[in-house]
């Protein structure tokens, strides 16, 4: 009878003790696993080619595009920013620092950058500061002052003081521009951007690239190209000063005797 009483006690001891037992041994859930993001963007621009001609003023190009897979619930707000950088070709660049000797400024000391973009624009949707992080933009090259210009040696004073006339001089010239607000969302996904190149812009190839970031990261790039070629005369004469300066320089010999020639007979005294 006792061993019968000490059997059941057993028995309830162990089916109390059984569900803090498989509790214990239970397995952890799974962390769970953020999904990764589908979003693409697609852009393009407005014209592929510009022909500079002796009536070209400046032209102003469109870059548009869209988000794919975007899940922005109202137009306008949302995690997604868009940075749009167009660079034009790169040429080797002198700047020198003026000097007042005996009463007349002129050229001293200089730095020569190798790798200067003939034009640099950067549009986004808001500060790119606020966009993404030193980082990321220095990475990607974003903004005028990750710009090195084929010098890396921005911890020098003097340096760093050449290169910030350098784009001082550009931006006076409407060749470097940067626009906090230049990219405008038209909708939920459709975004715009209006870059205007001077009337000195350089001729050559451009590269358009444009950046989508969800909440700081890169999350999709598109990638478009302009050609900026001149036209006309002024084809011609680029030409022949590039290529042939001997006889470009006889044509200007040429067209000057022609004009003094055509101005005494218009002016002669007879």
Request: aromatic share 8%; proline share 5%.
């Amino acid at each position: 009878m006792k061993l019968a009483r000490l059997c059941l006690a057993l028995l309830v001891a162990a089916s109390s003790a059984l569900p803090a037992f498989a509790q214990q041994q239970a397995i952890p859930p799974l962390p769970t696993v953020k999904p990764e993001s589908k979003e693409t963007v697609q852009s393009d621009i407005s014209t592929r080619e510009i022909a500079i001609q002796s009536n070209f003023t400046g032209i102003e190009i469109l870059v548009f595009g869209s988000i794919d897979f975007s899940d922005s619930r109202t137009p306008g707000e949302g995690t997604y920013d868009v940075i749009a950088v167009v660079n034009g070709p790169d040429d080797p660049i002198v700047v020198r620092k003026k000097q007042r000797i005996a009463g007349i400024w002129v050229n001293s000391s200089g730095r020569t950058f190798d790798d200067v973009p003939g034009f640099y624009a950067v549009l986004s949707t808001r500060p790119i500061r606020a966009i993404a992080s030193d980082e990321t933009l220095k990475r990607l090259g974003i903004g005028l002052s990750e710009l090195e210009f084929g010098r890396g040696t921005l911890a020098d004073p003097q340096e760093q003081a050449y290169r910030s006339a350098l784009i001082r001089l550009m931006e006076e010239d409407d060749l470097f521009q940067e626009d906090d607000d230049g990219v405008k969302f038209v909708g939920r996904s459709l975004f715009r951007a209006t870059v205007a190149l001077p009337v000195n812009v350089p001729t050559g190839r451009y590269l358009v690239d444009v950046y989508l970031f969800r909440d700081g990261e890169l999350a999709s790039k598109s990638h478009a190209t302009l050609q900026v070629t001149k036209a006309g005369i002024e084809a011609l004469l680029h030409w022949l000063a590039l290529d042939h300066p001997f006889l470009y320089g006889l044509l200007g010999i040429a067209i000057a005797v022609m004009m003094g020639l055509i101005g005494w007979y218009a002016f002669r005294r007879d």
